[in-house]
């Protein structure tokens, strides 16, 4: 149980165009989704949760015009990274909490390459 | 702000020797810690949970201790195997659930 999916696993695109980037909880409820970004050989940072049905909370020094998050289901979460610059390349991570909001579950990441 | 560090950066031993993972914290007000494994290109598997008010937990292999008032938590995973090879991350969280990572120890384990 408790399964967080991503997709895509990685993606490569163009400097200029937006890419979106899901989270979806497979077998339960997910009330509170987060995002991370993880850059190589550094610790996971916390970039914005998101609670469905409202607005996302971002961290301190996250754009949130330029990280897009959606979270209109209790099983789906969409983070959309536009306008898109190879500075924005990362390994991105999402995790979800259902009833107990302690334990967050991980999906298993995305590779973003901006070229 | 809550600052997690870990020490060491990373660390290469003979199969079945113990390894010790340390991790430290700035801000003593926690909910809970965890430590998680990573594999390379991977996301992140949970190993332990400590709660703010216990002392330890057990899990096979793996032992975590934890000490908040000195911001201190260690993990130790007995007779190592090169199965434990992968990155360990430390994170602890607040009352608000948002957690705060190390950076990791990188653990080799040589056949």
């Known amino acids: 149980g408790a399964v967080v999916s991503q997709h895509p696993s990685r993606v490569i695109c163009k400097s200029g165009t937006s890419v979106k980037i899901e989270c979806r909880s497979l077998d339960f409820q997910a009330t509170t989704m987060f995002w991370y970004r993880q850059f190589p050989k550094q610790s996971l940072m916390l970039m914005a949760t998101s609670n469905e049905g409202s607005k996302a909370t971002y961290e301190q020094g996250v754009e949130k015009d330029k990280f897009l998050i959606n979270h209109a289901s209790l099983t789906l979460s969409t983070l959309t990274v536009t306008s898109a610059h190879p500075e924005d390349s990362s390994f991105y991570i999402c995790?979800?909490?259902?009833?107990?909001?302690?334990?967050?579950?991980f999906g298993p990441g995305t590779r973003l390459t901006v070229t | 702000k809550q600052e997690v560090t870990q020490i060491p950066a990373a660390l290469s031993v003979p199969e079945g020797e113990n390894l010790v993972l340390n991790c430290s914290f700035t801000?003593?007000?926690?909910?809970?810690l965890q430590w998680f494994r990573q594999d390379p290109g991977k996301g992140l598997t949970s190993l332990l949970l400590i709660q703010s008010s216990q002392r330890e937990q057990t899990s096979g292999r793996l032992n975590a201790s934890l000490d908040k008032s000195s911001g201190r938590s260690t993990l130790y995973i007995a007779a190592s195997q090169p199965g434990d090879s992968a990155t360990y991350l430390c994170?602890?969280?607040?009352?608000?659930?948002?957690?705060?990572f190390g950076a990791g120890t990188t653990v080799t384990v040589r056949a």
């Open positions: 995790s979800a909490t259902g009833g107990r909001v302690y334990e967050q579950y």
């Open positions: 801000d003593s007000a926690i909910y809970n």
């Open positions: 994170a602890v969280s607040r009352n608000d659930y948002k957690l705060s």
